[in-house]
């Protein structure tokens, strides 16, 4: 295959924690310019985000100077439905993937992050009740509406991507998974390896595993915390985040990790892993580390 006709930048940010941010429009703002100073053009947002909080507080921020539009490529998710307080009639927590519920969803998601389209949508969690066909019919009328450029997934096993790509006409740019020294599953049950063989780039979500590596009480987050500590020495790392977005981009799928930060000092000591390379020893001692033995 040719390969995904999308393009991510090296990292993309965030924004799931932004309504925990405590920021006026205007920091926000320069938050945002800061990513894209730092070459991070593509934003990841969700429709659920903050309770339905976090793409408003986004698009009220771009609406200051809306000309930077133009500079990124703008990520939503759809397809949960949590039984938020803001939410009252909802009392379990579900998934939707109806054609009508895509289409409202990004219809929702445009207004708020004031935008007139999404350059990638993403099913949010796989739907056991997703009928391909109905998720087929509404990217077609969003994509034909201009509402929507490309589309993808997140959370999808192979068999899942597989079944609504034998739907589309278009190809699924992307699979957004959980991808860290903690979280290794993505890289043994074939979902990496179908990126690659579709030559589309994962996106990968938790790479420093929600903080949990920095467990002093869990004895594969200290392992992890030894070995990462020894690596960073010897390749020059500011800290050993940095050495695990190194690990992380190493995977020949191309991975692409989402920081999910409001730091702007954490941000630029991420884009910074950019620089630095593992040898496949260092690679696998981090392997080694999480899983506690060898490889065989």
């Not at 040719?2 to 993309?12: A, H, I, N, R, W």
């Not at 996106?203 to 020894?230: E, V, Y």
């Not at 496949?280 to 033995?293: D, L």
């Amino acid at each position: 295959m040719s390969g995904s006709p999308f393009s991510f930048s090296e990292f993309v940010a965030g924004f799931w924690r932004m309504h925990s941010w405590q920021m006026s429009p205007a920091e926000r703002l320069n938050l945002i310019e800061q990513y894209l100073d730092l070459g991070v053009t593509t934003m990841d947002h969700a429709d659920i985000y903050g309770q339905y909080q976090c793409e408003a507080l986004f698009g009220e921020a771009l609406a200051l100077k809306p000309g930077l539009r133009q500079q990124m490529q703008l990520v939503s998710k759809c397809g949960i439905k949590p039984a938020f307080d803001c939410r009252p009639q909802r009392y379990v927590n579900h998934y939707d993937t109806s054609k009508a519920h895509i289409i409202a969803s990004v219809d929702q998601s445009l207004k708020q992050l004031k935008t007139d389209y999404l350059d990638l949508l993403l099913i949010h969690r796989p739907d056991p009740l997703m009928d391909a066909d109905q998720v087929a019919d509404a990217f077609a009328d969003l994509k034909q509406a201009g509402k929507v450029r490309h589309f993808g997934v997140s959370n999808f096993t192979n068999a899942q991507f597989s079944l609504l790509q034998s739907r589309l006409t278009d190809p699924l740019v992307t699979n957004q998974i959980e991808i860290s020294p903690l979280t290794m599953v993505s890289l043994h049950d074939g979902t990496l390896d179908l990126c690659q063989e579709r030559r589309i780039r994962p996106m990968a979500w938790s790479c420093l595993g929600g903080g949990k590596i920095f467990d002093n009480n869990h004895p594969q987050a200290i392992r992890l915390q030894q070995t990462l500590a020894i690596i960073a020495d010897e390749i020059g790392a500011q800290d050993i985040s940095q050495v695990i977005y190194a690990w992380v981009r190493m995977l020949p799928s191309r991975p692409v990790p989402i920081i999910g930060s409001g730091n702007i000092a954490r941000i630029k000591t991420a884009v910074a892993a950019q620089s630095l390379t593992l040898d496949r020893q260092q690679w696998f001692s981090i392997w080694q580390a999480s899983t506690g033995h060898s490889v065989p």
